[in-house]
């Protein structure tokens, strides 16, 4: 497992960052992904299903993959669980009669599209990611605010 200091990478990539993940100094690179101090890595982080595995989706006994994706306890299946757009439902995100599928996404309740949906970066960004002036990437990611802005 290795482990790379943020600076090397923003150099390499060339992003600004944020100031919702804002870098810190124990920023590191694991699994190619940023770790914020919202995803502080710890000792016993893993990888599981090739993802990296923090102390907020630590893995559990009973993780499984479902759809090629793991499944911890935040995410475990349930009996309704099914496939929508090929991703996995569960029921944080039951499908409703009225999901649709937009740029290849399932959009369920939670993600309804509204009229003023755009793609910024390739993804769709729907009413709780609505695009901002200051929106930027970060390792090839779209960063917004976190609430909407009218």
């Known amino acids: 497992m290795f482990l ?12 600004v960052l944020h100031s919702q993940y804002r870098p810190i100094e124990s920023t590191q690179v694991l699994c190619g992904r940023c770790l914020t101090s ?3 890595p710890i000792e016993s982080t893993q990888v599981f299903c ?11 006994e009973s993780t499984q993959v479902l759809c090629g994706r793991c499944l911890t306890s935040q995410y475990r299946p349930i009996e309704s669980t ?6 996995c439902l569960t029921s944080q995100y039951r499908p409703i009669e009225s999901t649709q599928v937009l740029f290849g996404r399932c959009l369920t309740s939670q993600y309804r599209p509204i009229e003023s949906t755009q793609v910024l970066c390739g993804r769709c960004l729907t009413s ?3 695009p901002i002036e200051s929106t930027q990437v970060l390792c090839g ?6 609430v909407s802005t009218h």
């Open 4 to 15: 790379f200091d943020l600076k090397v990478l923003k150099f390499s990539v060339g992003d």
């Open 38 to 40: 919202q995803y502080r």
């Open 50 to 60: 090739g993802r990296c595995l923090t102390s907020q989706y630590r893995p559990i």
């Open 82 to 87: 099914q496939v929508l757009c090929g991703r």
């Open 128 to 130: 709780q990611y609505r």
């Open 141 to 146: 990611r779209c960063l917004t605010f976190s």
